[in-house]
């Protein structure tokens, strides 16, 4: 059972494999780290999309 | 032999987290399942179900403890047995039960552990509606699985389980999947295993040490002195040459355990274990890894339907497990690697006569696992990662407000990793197209073509969408950056594009504009500088690079150069509509020159009075996306987290225009550093009370708000003697950025990543203000 507090997740390892592996060759398995941290519904949830500024005047 | 989990501990205290055994039977007989095949027998006296009315009461008392306690959440996992057991109408019915107390008071995080065996499309639609994510148990490829994991005649359970996770994998399915649980045997090829779990594409895979005490010790074949940390170890070669492709519970919880951090497991670290199990007849026991003990162990005595949680926590074993390190036995206190073990699993330590109070049955191969962890980590990191930044030099270069060339440089480096996965991942969901086979066939023999088109900011906005939205119909956007690709690396192309109302994009290149505003199928020809879209009614546009200047469908990309920064004005691909505010249409020349002389005054005001900031903004910043004017002519401008390298304003004066580069760009970068790494917990429930907004914001919003509005207080700063109005400005950025500080600071979401940037840009905020 895991308990409530959750380790760090880090992307960086995952994207040094994909940087480096030609567009064809790059695996789901590769991707889904990433996918599931930029695009998931839960990662949505819990992000800021978008930072926006509008004046007063 | 000790009795029940009696004898009261002390003060009651807070517990979040409850196992609801909905279904006390299994479909599977396997016999590693410390339910049924070890000490404890107690399985045989209970209710096969739960029913609605113990489910409820069980609600009930989870509400009132969180509503005491004022928990801001509460997880509840559905276990077994076999929860599928229950099938789908029961499921919704105990589910619905379960919801409506506790999410009156808190907020609800379902899961639940299956075998997996009996889902199917009609389970996951009553998981999906109510939210809850699954983890399945697998334990590697066929012959490993199914070495254990049999149903009662013997036959395995491999092929039922993947299916289930294929299914899980579906787009419609996939925000359920939480990941595997793999419970080790060394006798089976951690290459293997390790391979196959991959191949199930899990978000995590947790492994699990076979229970065991020192009564019944673990199987160590071969004579092997640490076979379990042997095993572990091969794992985590692969897992670290393969760039660490899923999270793996036991090695993130070692990284994370050797930098003080916690554990996030019950097999290690010194987390607080705030957990009880609800049985099926409604009572309270222990965690099931005790029933490994001995006949009754996770007994308490106690019910949903006579007890209130707190007297569950006050029992002596529940509340022990509270206090990390303090009740360990003196074995343990004196080892070196303590921190990071913390006893291991608590029903591992147990032997007849001393009960719990001994280190773990796993003990040497915990103490080799931590060290060798390390050390492989440690020889990976120097082989494979000479030229890496580290995590601290970027934390504390972004901290400082600014960021020099090479850790921009290096965060835009990982913008174009996430757009390479990202449009990758297109491909995954969708299926191959044509313009996809065009992209990688350049990419084969130009690869810094295709590379110069994919950072295009807003292919990952692109992709983010496709993604998202789980509609193919963009996916011709591809052929577009194939042909945008080719014509860099001027090479013959023929590809499917989509013209998107009335335009097809070529990023970096240019805009190709179809004389009608439709949506419809088109292809693309590059050949010797010259395109050729052909659409609607077979006709066919004819472009030539060669000349110069725009015409009515075509659009070259139009770049602006100043001493050193290169931005391009982008007006033209769909995809940039990811601002949050309505994009300008195509601009007239006289429209672009106002660009162009806004942003050089700009550019030479940065220059003079805002040097700090001038590396990051000349290394990251690309595209100016000119937005439509608002209607009561107020300023706009907007950063998104998927468009890194590109700033969305409306048109406004040099000055004001190099205060917004500057804040935007704010915005960029610590985005850029939150894809990457956790600063805050991203399941925090906290608001914060900010200056620069009526409504509270969370955690992230405030940490962005922080972030951009230092740095406005520090262009005002540096404006002291230049703009009558500074001082009243800097004062008020630089109170809110102080407040809020304190407020993030006054939180606990912030994970210590975050704290130590947090600290960090609070040093630079304090040395302002003089």
Same mark, same amino acid.
Not at chain 2, 14 to 22: A, E, G
Not at chain 2, 136 to 141: A, P
Not at chain 2, 651 to 660: D, M, R, S, Y
């Given at each position: 059972?895991?308990?409530?507090?959750?380790?760090?997740?880090?992307?960086?390892?995952?994207?040094?494999?994909?940087?480096?592996?030609?567009?064809? @060759?790059?695996?789901? @398995?590769?991707?889904?780290?990433?996918?599931?941290?930029?695009?998931?519904?839960?990662?949505?949830?819990?992000?800021?999309?978008?930072?926006?500024?509008?004046?007063?005047? | 032999?000790?009795?029940?989990?009696?004898?009261?501990?002390?003060?009651?205290?807070?517990?979040?987290?409850?196992?609801?055994?909905?279904?006390?039977?299994?479909?599977?007989?396997?016999?590693?399942?410390?339910?049924?095949?070890?000490?404890?027998?107690?399985?045989?006296?209970?209710?096969?179900?739960?029913?609605?009315?113990?489910?409820?009461?069980?609600?009930?008392?989870?509400?009132?403890?969180?509503?005491?306690?004022?928990?801001?959440?509460?997880?509840?996992?559905?276990?077994?047995?076999?929860?599928?057991?229950?099938?789908?109408?029961?499921?919704?019915?105990?589910?619905?039960?379960?919801?409506?107390?506790?999410?009156?008071?808190?907020?609800?995080?379902?899961?639940?552990?299956?075998?997996?065996?009996?889902?199917?499309?009609?389970?996951?639609?009553?998981?999906?509606?109510?939210?809850?994510?699954?983890?399945?148990?697998?334990?590697?490829?066929?012959?490993?699985?199914?070495?254990?994991?049999?149903?009662?005649?013997?036959?395995?359970?491999?092929?039922?389980?993947?299916?289930?996770?294929?299914?899980?994998?579906?787009?419609?399915?996939?925000?359920?999947?939480?990941?595997?649980?793999?419970?080790?045997?060394?006798?089976?090829?951690?290459?293997?295993?390790?391979?196959?779990?991959?191949?199930?594409?899990?978000?995590?895979?947790?492994?699990?040490?076979?229970?065991?005490?020192?009564?019944?010790?673990?199987?160590?074949?071969?004579?092997?002195?640490?076979?379990?940390?042997?095993?572990?170890?091969?794992?985590?070669?692969?897992?670290?040459?393969?760039?660490?492709?899923?999270?793996?519970?036991?090695?993130?919880?070692?990284?994370?355990?050797?930098?003080?951090?916690?554990?996030?497991?019950?097999?290690?670290?010194?987390?607080?274990?705030?957990?009880?199990?609800?049985?099926?007849?409604?009572?309270?026991?222990?965690?099931?890894?005790?029933?490994?003990?001995?006949?009754?162990?996770?007994?308490?005595?106690?019910?949903?339907?006579?007890?209130?949680?707190?007297?569950?926590?006050?029992?002596?074993?529940?509340?022990?497990?509270?206090?990390?390190?303090?009740?360990?036995?003196?074995?343990? #206190?004196?080892?070196?690697? &303590?921190?990071?073990?913390?006893?291991?699993?608590?029903?591992?330590?147990?032997?007849?006569?001393?009960?719990?109070?001994?280190?773990?049955?796993?003990?040497?191969?915990?103490?080799?696992?931590?060290?060798?962890?390390?050390?492989?980590?440690?020889?990976?990191?120097?082989?494979?990662?000479?030229?890496?930044?580290?995590?601290?030099?970027?934390?504390?270069?972004?901290?400082?407000?600014?960021?020099?060339?090479?850790?921009?440089?290096?965060?835009?480096? #990982?913008?174009?990793?996430?757009?390479?996965?990202?449009?990758?991942?297109?491909?995954?969901?969708?299926?191959?197209?044509?313009?996809?086979?065009?992209?990688?066939?350049?990419?084969?023999?130009?690869?810094?073509?295709?590379?110069?088109?994919?950072?295009?900011?807003?292919?990952?906005?692109?992709?983010?969408?496709?993604?998202?939205?789980?509609?193919?119909?963009?996916?011709?956007?591809?052929?577009?950056?194939?042909?945008?690709?080719?014509?860099?690396?001027?090479?013959?192309?023929?590809?499917?594009?989509?013209?998107?109302?009335? &335009?097809?994009?070529?990023?970096?290149?240019?805009?190709?504009?179809?004389?009608?505003?439709?949506?419809?199928?088109?292809?693309?020809?590059?050949?010797?500088?010259?395109?050729?879209?052909?659409?609607?009614?077979?006709?066919?546009?004819?472009?030539?690079?060669? #000349?110069?200047?725009?015409?009515?469908?075509?659009?070259?990309?139009?770049?602006?150069?100043?001493?050193?920064?290169?931005?391009?004005?982008?007006?033209?691909?769909?995809?940039?509509?990811?601002?949050?505010?309505?994009?300008?249409?195509?601009?007239?020349?006289?429209?672009?020159?106002?660009?162009?002389?806004?942003?050089?005054?700009?550019?030479?005001?940065?220059?003079?009075?805002?040097?700090?900031?001038?590396?990051?903004?000349?290394?990251?910043?690309?595209?100016?996306?000119?937005?439509?004017?608002?209607?009561?002519?107020?300023?706009?401008?907007?950063?998104?987290?998927?468009?890194?390298?590109?700033?969305?304003?409306?048109?406004?004066?040099?000055?004001?225009?190099?205060?917004?580069?500057?804040?935007?760009?704010?915005?960029?970068?610590?985005?850029?550093?939150?894809?990457?790494?956790?600063?805050?917990?991203?399941?925090?429930?906290?608001?914060?009370?900010?200056?620069?907004?009526?409504?509270?914001?969370?955690?992230?919003?405030?940490?962005?708000?922080?972030?951009?509005?230092?740095? &406005?207080?520090?262009?005002?700063?540096?404006?002291?003697?230049?703009?009558?109005?500074a001082a009243d400005l800097f004062a008020m950025y630089h109170r809110w950025t102080t407040d809020a500080i304190a407020a993030l600071r006054g939180t606990d979401a912030l994970t210590p990543l975050g704290t130590d940037f947090v600290d960090r840009l609070a040093a630079t905020v304090r040395s302002w203000k003089s």
């Open positions: 059972m895991n308990t409530e507090v959750a380790t760090m997740d880090n992307l960086v390892g995952p994207l040094a494999i994909i940087n480096k592996t030609p567009l064809r @060759e790059i695996r789901a @398995e590769h991707t889904d780290r990433v996918v599931r941290r930029i695009v998931d519904k839960q990662a949505l949830l819990r992000r800021l999309d978008v930072a926006a500024f509008q004046s007063a005047h | 032999m000790p009795g029940r989990a009696g004898g009261a501990a002390g003060e009651a205290h807070p517990l979040s987290q409850f196992v609801l055994k909905v279904h006390g039977r299994c479909d599977l007989s396997c016999d590693h399942c410390y339910v049924y095949e070890h000490a404890d027998q107690s399985w045989r006296t209970k209710p096969k179900i739960m029913t609605p009315a113990v489910a409820l009461a069980a609600a009930r008392r989870i509400a009132e403890h969180a509503e005491a306690w004022h928990l801001t959440r509460v997880r509840v996992v559905l276990h077994g047995g076999e929860p599928l057991l229950l099938g789908p109408a029961r499921m919704d019915e105990l589910i619905s039960q379960v919801r409506a107390p506790i999410e009156a008071v808190t907020r609800l995080t379902l899961m639940m552990q299956t075998n997996g065996v009996r889902f199917n499309p009609e389970m996951g639609d009553v998981l999906k509606r109510h939210g809850v994510r699954v983890g399945v148990s697998l334990d590697g490829d066929r012959a490993a699985n199914d070495r254990h994991r049999r149903f009662a005649n013997g036959a395995g359970s491999y092929d039922q389980v993947r299916a289930a996770l294929a299914l899980l994998r579906r787009p419609e399915y996939r925000e359920l999947y939480a990941g595997i649980l793999c419970t080790v045997d060394v006798r089976n090829s951690p290459e293997r295993v390790y391979a196959a779990l991959l191949a199930e594409r899990p978000p995590q895979v947790d492994f699990l040490l076979p229970h065991a005490t020192w009564d019944s010790p673990p199987d160590r074949p071969d004579g092997s002195h640490t076979p379990y940390a042997d095993w572990l170890s091969a794992i985590h070669r692969r897992w670290l040459a393969d760039g660490r492709p899923m999270r793996i519970r036991l090695f993130d919880g070692l990284y994370s355990t050797a930098q003080g951090g916690p554990s996030g497991s019950e097999q290690l670290g010194a987390d607080a274990v705030d957990l009880a199990v609800i049985e099926t007849d409604g009572r309270y026991e222990q965690a099931d890894s005790v029933k490994t003990a001995y006949d009754g162990a996770p007994a308490t005595g106690l019910s949903v339907l006579t007890h209130p949680v707190d007297d569950v926590s006050r029992l002596r074993p529940i509340a022990v497990r509270q206090h990390g390190l303090r009740n360990l036995n003196a074995v343990c #206190q004196s080892c070196p690697v &303590v921190r990071q073990c913390a006893g291991g699993l608590y029903a591992h330590r147990y032997r007849t006569g001393h009960g719990f109070d001994n280190p773990s049955v796993y003990c040497p191969d915990l103490r080799v696992l931590i060290d060798r962890t390390a050390d492989e980590r440690s020889v990976h990191h120097a082989s494979v990662k000479p030229e890496e930044i580290s995590t601290a030099d970027v934390i504390s270069q972004i901290a400082s407000g600014f960021g020099d060339e090479a850790t921009i440089g290096w965060l835009a480096e #990982q913008q174009r990793s996430v757009t390479r996965a990202l449009v990758s991942a297109t491909i995954d969901q969708h299926g191959p197209t044509s313009g996809w086979a065009a992209l990688a066939e350049v990419e084969a023999e130009h690869p810094d073509a295709v590379r110069r088109v994919l950072a295009h900011p807003y292919v990952r906005a692109w992709a983010v969408g496709v993604l998202r939205a789980d509609d193919p119909a963009g996916m011709p956007y591809l052929g577009g950056l194939a042909a945008a690709a080719a014509v860099h690396a001027d090479v013959r192309l023929e590809t499917g594009v989509r013209i998107d109302r009335g &335009v097809v994009a070529l990023p970096t290149v240019g805009t190709l504009y179809w004389p009608e505003a439709v949506t419809a199928a088109a292809r693309i020809t590059v050949d010797r500088g010259k395109l050729w879209l052909t659409g609607p009614g077979h006709r066919t546009i004819t472009v030539d690079l060669a #000349q110069p200047g725009t015409t009515a469908a075509w659009q070259p990309a139009r770049w602006i150069t100043l001493d050193g920064w290169r931005v391009r004005i982008e007006d033209g691909d769909p995809a940039r509509d990811c601002h949050g505010w309505t994009p300008a249409d195509r601009l007239d020349e006289h429209a672009v020159g106002r660009w162009r002389d806004a942003l050089t005054e700009a550019w030479r005001l940065i220059g003079a009075e805002l040097p700090g900031y001038a590396p990051a903004l000349r290394t990251g910043l690309q595209v100016i996306m000119p937005l439509a004017p608002d209607p009561a002519g107020k300023q706009r401008a907007a950063t998104a987290m998927d468009a890194f390298g590109a700033l969305a304003a409306t048109q406004v004066g040099p000055a004001e225009l190099a205060v917004l580069l500057v804040h935007e760009f704010q915005h960029a970068k610590l985005g850029a550093l939150l894809d990457l790494y956790d600063l805050h917990d991203r399941d925090s429930d906290a608001q914060l009370t900010v200056g620069w907004k009526p409504e509270p914001r969370p955690v992230e919003a405030a940490l962005q708000g922080v972030y951009a509005h230092a740095a &406005v207080a520090d262009v005002w700063r540096l404006r002291a003697r230049t703009d009558p109005r």
